[in-house]
């Protein structure tokens, strides 16, 4: 317990994850339903299990699984009965994993060639040789471990020591640690746990996103609580993302009726506006003329006699002309000269 605590208290963070191995004897308690950690032999006696080299695991793993640890965990048990620990479990938001040599109930090889640990080593070994600087999850740790043929009897189990309605099914990647700044060697690395959780949801065009489009949004979304001071920020999960439910009746229902209702507006505004350029064209087409009659020059007739006025009063003399005789001489007799 003692040394639980500490390893917490000088390596958690919200950015840290802490791995915990162990290899060696374990026993199952079926009635008390924890795992005992034992030794093997008692060197004193050559025989026999020292009763003061024992450790209820159980109780050890609830200071990793306490509120006020931030960083992820991964526990990795190389001995019998390590299985049986999923039996019980704690609602959490962090990632914590148990990888185990064996099944439930079940036994492992001792050390040596076929043994859980060997084959961990070898398969660390490929892994990081295939994959370099890039990250690994523990699924593809589990999966090469099993590929291994001297493990083919008691393959290994990842489990999740967590329930939540929040767990998002993505493992713990695994990646050679990089060297620390020097501005971040001396700081305090304990940190109070956050005191709660701000859930949001973003609406996307496609269903998934790819290594290009998570990086710039992780970036982005950095950028953006950057300011701790103003919200408080302790830590950002990536909690699921999962394809948008289909439709319901009511709802296509719903969209049909307000595609309706919009092209409805849609044609009474184009109705509006042809009958507004109707009238703004009849006002320009209008033609005044003397006594205040107002002539629609649209019309074929008015429109003949329109073009024909500057014509027509010459034609019509002369068709006079021909046809009567001129008007009598005016007479000056009637005209009273003023001058007289």
């Known amino acids: 317990m003692c040394h639980i605590s500490d390893?917490?208290?000088?390596?958690?963070?919200?950015?840290?994850?802490?791995?915990?191995?162990?290899?060696?004897?374990?026993?199952?308690?079926?009635?008390?339903k924890y795992l005992e950690l034992t030794a093997s032999i008692n060197p004193a006696l050559g025989k026999g299990f020292t009763r003061d080299a024992r450790c209820n695991w159980n109780k050890a793993e609830a200071k990793l699984q306490d509120e006020e640890?931030?960083?992820?965990?991964?526990?990795?048990?190389?001995?019998?009965?390590?299985?049986?620990?999923?039996?019980?479990?704690?609602?959490?938001?962090?990632?914590?994993?148990?990888l185990s040599a064996c099944p439930i109930d079940q036994t492992t090889a001792r050390p040596g060639q076929y043994s859980f640990t060997r084959a961990l080593i070898d398969a660390l070994d490929w892994l990081l040789k295939e994959h370099k600087d890039s990250p690994f999850s523990t699924f593809r740790l589990n999966q090469r471990i099993n590929i291994d043929k001297r493990r083919s009897?008691?393959?290994?189990?990842?489990?999740?020591?967590?329930?939540?309605?929040?767990?998002?099914?993505?493992?713990?990647?695994?990646?050679?640690?990089?060297?620390?700044?020097?501005d971040t060697i001396h700081q305090p690395k304990y940190r109070l746990s956050p005191k709660g959780f701000l859930t949001l949801r973003f609406g996307l065009r496609d269903a998934e996103l790819n290594q290009e489009q998570i990086e710039f949004m992780t970036k982005t979304l950095s950028k953006a609580f950057h300011n701790k001071a103003m919200v408080g920020l302790r830590r950002i999960?990536?909690?699921?993302?999962?394809?948008?439910?289909?439709?319901?009746?009511?709802?296509?229902?719903?969209?049909?009726?307000?595609?309706?209702t919009q092209w409805k507006k849609f044609l009474g505004k184009r109705r509006e506006e042809r009958a507004s350029q109707t009238q703004t064209q009849r006002s320009v087409d209008?033609?005044?003329?003397?006594?205040?009659?107002?002539?629609?020059?649209?019309?074929?007739?008015q429109k003949r006699h329109h073009e024909g006025a500057d014509v027509m009063p010459e034609a019509k003399r002369r068709y006079l002309e021909a046809s009567q005789p001129p008007s009598p001489p005016t007479s000056d007799s009637s005209r009273i000269d003023y001058d007289v």
């Not at 526990?75 to 479990?89: A, E």
């Not at 993302?241 to 307000?258: G, Y």
């Not at 209008?286 to 002539?295: A, L, R």
């Open 286 to 301: 209008e033609i005044t003329f003397p006594g205040g009659m107002n002539i629609d020059a649209t019309s074929p007739s």
């Open 153 to 182: 009897d008691t393959p290994s189990h990842l489990w999740s020591r967590v329930q939540s309605v929040q767990h998002n099914e993505q493992h713990i990647l695994l990646a050679p640690l990089r060297p620390q700044k020097p």
């Open 7 to 32: 390893f917490i208290r000088d390596h958690d963070g919200p950015h840290n994850l802490l791995i915990i191995y162990y290899t060696g004897h374990g026993v199952y308690n079926d009635d008390r």
């Open 237 to 260: 999960d990536w909690v699921e993302i999962k394809p948008a439910p289909p439709i319901t009746h009511f709802e296509r229902l719903a969209l049909v009726m307000f595609v309706i």
């Open 69 to 98: 640890v931030e960083g992820d965990v991964l526990t990795i048990l190389d001995t019998c009965y390590s299985s049986n620990l999923v039996k019980s479990g704690k609602g959490d938001t962090r990632k914590f994993e148990l």
